[in-house]
């Protein structure tokens, strides 16, 4: 989606978990918008344009949902949110880390590319330009790198740290005020937080949101993201981190999870 006008990045820095004060072109930012009782609504991949404009992506059915919950806000602001036509592929590559490449045609912006990862790249592109086949498969890179993305299922559901979005730069301590900040800041300083972002694998086909339990029947997590790799279904699940020792299931007692490992340790907070 294009967030365009002067207060973008007014809008982003109160609305969101990032930092985007001092932010030029071609900078990015990884950010989160929260309800005011800190439940992430969405993820996005925010690339500064100019003063002008901001390309933020994100999963579709997530962004349309995020568009609507914010007309009340972009009413007071100096900016708009509209949808592009835009494509995204994958490919074998490196890219910095901190900043997108930004290409242009006679002023026009055509292209971004973004990092995913050390050892792949992401290329957003107008319709217009030629677009190379995927070379990866973007899911599969997502939990390879350890990225929770909120899907339509999942919209409110986790806090901040049940994704590890405080230990991948996704939030700033220090930024000041945005929605949910106050929930957000609490559980850093004065909490820990109940669960956390796993990997894990699973024979069973599921669903994000669907439910997680131990021998006993008690919840313990849910699955955030999946894909499919082989004949195994590769998982990023939010978890009691207690539980990844122990016997875990889907609700029901099937699909048992194998290979469960936590993605950030509590240093990299």
Not at 127 to 138: G, I, T
Not at 167 to 173: I, K, Q
Not at 178 to 183: S, V
Not at 214 to 228: D, F, L, M, P, Q
Request: aromatic share 6%; with cysteine.
């Amino acid at each position: 989606m294009r967030l365009s006008g002067s207060g973008g990045k007014e809008f982003l820095q109160g609305q969101t978990t990032a930092d985007f004060n001092d932010c030029g072109p071609g900078d990015l930012r990884y950010a989160a918008f929260c309800n005011p009782k800190g439940r992430v609504l969405a993820d996005v991949l925010a690339v500064v344009i100019d003063e002008q404009e901001i390309l933020l992506r994100g999963r579709v059915t997530v962004m349309a949902a995020l568009a609507e919950h914010l007309k009340p806000y972009l009413g007071f602001a100096r900016c708009s949110l509209t949808p592009t036509d835009w494509r995204i592929s994958c490919s074998d590559g490196s890219a910095d880390e901190h900043h997108a490449g930004l290409r242009f045609v006679e002023s026009s912006l055509v292209a971004v590319t973004v990092p995913m990862g050390p050892e792949h790249i992401e290329c957003w592109s107008a319709p217009h330009e030629s677009q190379s086949k995927d070379l990866a498969d973007p899911l599969w890179l997502e939990i390879k790198n350890q990225r929770a993305r909120i899907e339509s299922q999942t919209i409110g559901s986790y806090l901040p740290q049940d994704l590890d979005y405080d230990c991948n730069g996704t939030v700033s301590f220090t930024k000041g005020c945005y929605t949910g900040q106050e929930i957000v800041a609490r559980l850093h300083y004065r909490g820990t937080p109940k669960r956390r972002l796993h990997r894990a694998e699973t024979a069973t086909a599921v669903v994000a949101g669907d439910t997680l339990v131990n021998a006993e029947g008690k919840t313990v997590g849910s699955i955030v993201n999946h894909c499919r790799k082989d004949q195994t279904h590769e998982l990023l699940i939010e978890l009691i981190p207690e539980a990844a020792v122990e016997p875990i299931t889907l609700t029901g007692g099937h699909g048992e999870l194998s290979r469960v490992t936590r993605c950030h340790e509590e240093s990299s907070r």
